[in-house]
């Protein structure tokens, strides 16, 4: 299985943007929360997180079809392609996601925009001190952050057999785990 230190090195071959940095590493660290959660390898889930953005900034319009290409020229096992292209499904791929892990990919991705967006509106800026009502408040105020798709995100709660204010706890955690990076610390 290829390493995290191999993973970085390959998403910081295609990816620039210290904002999609910050996302990937967001996604990562929240994914490792998740197979925490669910007592599975929270390595690979990590890798499978930073990964899934890596067509992302070189081919926006390609995204999740480009990825493929890319992590096969990496020597990427096909179950980890096609988990991290089915965090796509039904925006830009028509791959769906089957396993825990790729339902929790799914419905995490977008969330943690979310999450950034509401811990930067506070006073501290910070995840340290953000709460789950707060981004539950944020959540449904229709024009805050309005680019995040709310019905993709409840859709994989359901597929999850979550509730909602669960999934984004445990976000808030994974994130927090790595607030300084983030910048989110206080």
């Known amino acids: ?4 230190e191999e993973a970085f090195s390959i998403y910081t071959t295609y990816n620039s943007s210290p904002t999609l940095l910050k996302h990937a590493l967001s996604v990562e660290a929240t994914m ?10 929270v390595e690979y889930w990590g890798i499978v997180g930073l990964l899934h953005d890596i067509d ?3 081919y926006p319009q390609e995204h999740c079809k480009m990825a493929p290409v890319i992590l096969r020229k990496h020597n ?8 991290i292209v089915s965090h796509g499904w039904g925006l830009c791929s028509d791959v769906e996601p089957v396993s825990t892990m790729e339902k929790v990919l799914y419905t995490i991705d977008e969330l943690t925009g979310l999450i950034s967006a509401t811990a930067l509106m ?3 800026k910070s995840l340290s001190d953000l709460e ?4 539950m408040k944020k959540w449904k105020t229709k024009g805050f952050s309005a680019g995040v798709d709310r019905d993709l995100i409840l859709g994989g709660c359901k597929m999850l057999n979550l509730e909602l204010s669960e999934v984004i706890s ?10 300084k990076e983030l910048d989110f610390a206080s």
């Open 122 to 124: 506070r006073p501290s």
């Open 32 to 41: 490792k929360r998740f197979a925490l959660y669910y007592k599975e390898d």
């Open 56 to 58: 992302y900034e070189k």
């Open 170 to 179: 445990l976000t808030i955690e994974g994130m927090r785990s790595i607030a």
């Open 1 to 4: 299985m290829i390493t995290r």
């Open 132 to 135: 789950v009502k707060s981004v």
């Open 76 to 83: 990427i096992e096909e179950e980890m392609i096609h988990s």
